[in-house]
Structures are given as structure tokens and as C-alpha cells.
T-cell receptor, first 110, second 111 residues
Framework: GQQLNQSPQSMFIQEGEDVSMNCTSS?????WLWYKQEPGEGPVLLIA?????ELTSNGRLTAQFGITRKDSFLNISASIPSDVGIYFC??????????FGTGTRLQVFP | SAVISQKPSRDICQRGTSLTIQCQVD?????MFWYRQQPGQSLTLIAT?????????ESGFVIDKFPISRPNLTFSTLTVSNMSPEDSSIYLC????????FGPGTRLTVL
């Protein structure tokens, strides 16, 4: 089946640093989504991308839909302690199903 | 975005028993989904809950193990039947189409 590989698996950074994570697939996706999950909560949608090459920002977060439609990246600028959590990419495939990436665990130290 | 609640938020169950998880949305939605998130893992789609018809299950999930009801456009239930420790997971419902919004999840532990 389709798989989304996310990297890195985990990140330990200092407050104020920028963060970059990416998601790659062997298949094409029509939509890319980025979610954040905190302990005891469901995933919360951060950014949605609908067109190849699209670059979208949400505050300190910026995400891009790769031109090949097989990848996406998420950047977080000037990280703060509340950015801690697990970040998941998700792609919508040609059967309109949401396929989730393996997740990137982010830890921010003050 | 829709506000989604789930009950129970967590439960500890004995093997061989069944648990029904409820998902309630504050507005009518066409599409509702159930996901499983095993410990330390990503989310896997179990099924799409269709209003007025049987749920559509993904490969590896069957109706006998995970019966789903969808009596109206704001409510759905997922039952985890004849549980074993391998069923210990977080079960999440979500709504809408591409931009899916998730409930807080039900954390299930099977002893």
C-alpha cells in the first residue's frame, strides 16, 4: 500500500531555532496536509496544500507542496516550547483516502 | 471547523469483552471516519462510516471485529469486539473530506 516516509523521526532543538521536516512518497498525492498532535489529543490541522508547487504559511509555519506531487515539507521558524508535539504529514490519494506519514517528534528546550 | 467529542476518553478492558466508542459532532457532516493509532505509531484508517448504509472498511479491518453504526449525520459508533491486548490503541473519529478534523480520541487498554 501507499506509504509516507517522514524525516527526521525526532528532533531535539533549542528554543528560537528553525525546524524543517519533510515527507516523501512513492505515489502522487492530490492534497497534502500537516497535522500536530499533542499528548492525549487528536491531531490538529495546521496547513492544507492543494496545488503542486504551492507554498502556504500559517504564522511561523510554512509548508510546500512538492512540484512532483510526491513530497512536502514543513518549516517552523523561531521555535517556542509550545511547538512540542508530533507532526504528521498526510496525503489525499486518488481514492480520496487520507494516508498519514510516520510522524516527526519535536522537542524544544528553553 | 466542527467540534467533535468522543466517549469514553479512556478505558481499561478485559480480553474477550467489547467496547463501543461514541463520536458526536456539533454539526451535520457527510463523511465520518474511524482511525486507529497504535502506541507510538501513526494513524491508520479503519473505515468510512456512511450514513444510512454499511461502513466501508479498509484492507485488514473487518466488520465482525469493528462494527460501525452511523444513524444520522452527527453521530457514529465504533465497537471493538472480542478484544485482545493487541487492540490497545487510541481510536479516533474524524469528519469532513480532505481537511479532516479529529476528535480527542479514546485511549483503550486491553488486559
Amino acid at each position: 500500500g501507499q506509504q509516507l516516509n517522514q524525516s527526521p523521526q525526532s528532533m531535539f532543538i533549542q528554543e528560537g531555532e528553525d525546524v524543517s521536516m519533510n515527507c516523501t512518497s512513492s505515489s502522487i498525492f492530490n492534497t497534502w496536509l500537516w497535522y500536530k498532535q499533542e499528548p492525549g489529543e487528536g491531531p490538529v490541522l495546521l496547513i492544507a496544500l492543494y496545488k503542486a508547487g504551492e507554498l502556504t504559511s500559517n504564522g511561523r509555519l510554512t509548508a510546500q507542496f512538492g512540484i512532483t506531487r510526491k513530497d512536502s515539507f514543513l518549516n517552523i521558524s523561531a521555535s517556542i516550547p509550545s511547538d512540542v508535539g508530533i507532526y504528521f504529514c498526510a496525503g489525499v490519494n486518488n481514492t480520496d483516502k487520507l494516508i498519514f506519514g510516520t510522524g516527526t517528534r519535536l522537542q524544544v528546550f528553553p | 471547523s466542527a467540534v467533535i467529542s468522543q466517549k469514553p476518553s479512556r478505558d481499561i478492558c478485559q480480553r474477550g469483552t467489547s467496547l463501543t466508542i461514541q463520536c458526536q459532532v456539533d454539526s451535520q457532516v457527510t463523511m465520518m471516519f474511524w482511525y486507529r493509532q497504535q502506541p507510538g505509531q501513526s494513524l491508520t484508517l479503519i473505515a468510512t462510516a456512511n450514513q444510512g448504509s454499511e461502513a466501508t472498511y479498509e484492507s485488514g479491518f473487518v466488520i465482525d471485529k469493528f462494527p460501525i453504526s452511523r444513524p444520522n449525520l452527527t453521530f457514529s459508533t465504533l465497537t471493538v469486539s472480542n478484544m485482545s491486548p493487541e487492540d490497545s490503541s487510541i481510536y479516533l473519529c474524524s469528519v469532513s473530506g480532505y481537511e479532516q478534523f479529529f476528535g480527542p480520541g479514546t485511549r483503550l487498554t486491553v488486559l
